[in-house]
């Protein structure tokens, strides 16, 4: 049967709707963890996450500094990159996990706040910025496992050393919770495959 041009293009809509979804799953899917075989950094970057309306720490930016407290403990590197502005609410997200990461015995000659960041691509950019201001060329990036292949492919992008590491959540997770963790970081993929990789060029 011919299709009407409403047809063909009703069989579009559908096709790229389809289609965005399963393009960024697979990108995740395949999305590089790393680039370097090092076990040893100059730097840990935690990604930014919101902090809660009265700017205390939420769950998930405490697992993020616990993880990055516990890397640099084990000698991972010598000092954190905490990264994010005041993307969600009023409070700076770094200004908040440095407070966290200060509290758990972190120097403060080893923290290093990225405070201008509204999003992963500019979270990597500036923490990049940061690094080349140093002379430092390699790095852990510490975020939750649902937003890591995003991150790595921002990270890919960069010319950096680096791997990725996963910050365990305080509180086992259920599969729901899981599958909407997903859910929300493949249309944020999408996002970032179709319109933000192009809007948004890194000039570390």
């Not at 965005?20 to 963890?33: Q, T, V």
Request: hydrophobic content about 45%.
């Amino acid at each position: 049967m011919r299709l009407s041009w409403r047809g063909w293009l009703v069989a579009a809509a559908i096709a790229l709707i389809l289609g965005l979804p399963a393009w960024a799953a697979l990108a995740r899917r395949f999305a590089p963890g790393g680039n370097t075989a090092l076990t040893r950094f100059d730097a840990i970057i935690v990604l930014g996450a919101p902090a809660d309306p009265d700017g205390n720490p939420t769950p998930a930016q405490l697992a993020r500094v616990g993880e990055g407290v516990h890397e640099y403990e084990r000698g991972i590197a010598p000092r954190l990159i905490l990264t994010g502005g005041a993307a969600h609410n009023q409070f700076v997200e770094a200004q908040v996990m440095a407070r966290a990461a200060h509290a758990k015995g972190i120097p403060e000659s080893a923290i290093f706040v990225e405070s201008a960041s509204m999003d992963t691509i500019q979270n990597a950019c500036y923490a990049a910025r940061i690094m080349k201001a140093h002379g430092w060329h390699s790095a852990e990036v510490i975020s939750s496992q649902a937003h890591l292949p995003r991150a790595g492919l921002i990270f890919d992008r960069l010319q950096l050393e680096w791997r990725t590491r996963a910050a365990s959540p305080l509180q086992p997770e259920s599969e729901l919770q899981k599958a909407a963790s997903t859910a929300i970081e493949t249309l944020k993929t999408v996002r970032y495959l179709v319109w933000t990789r192009q809007l948004e060029r890194c000039e570390p």
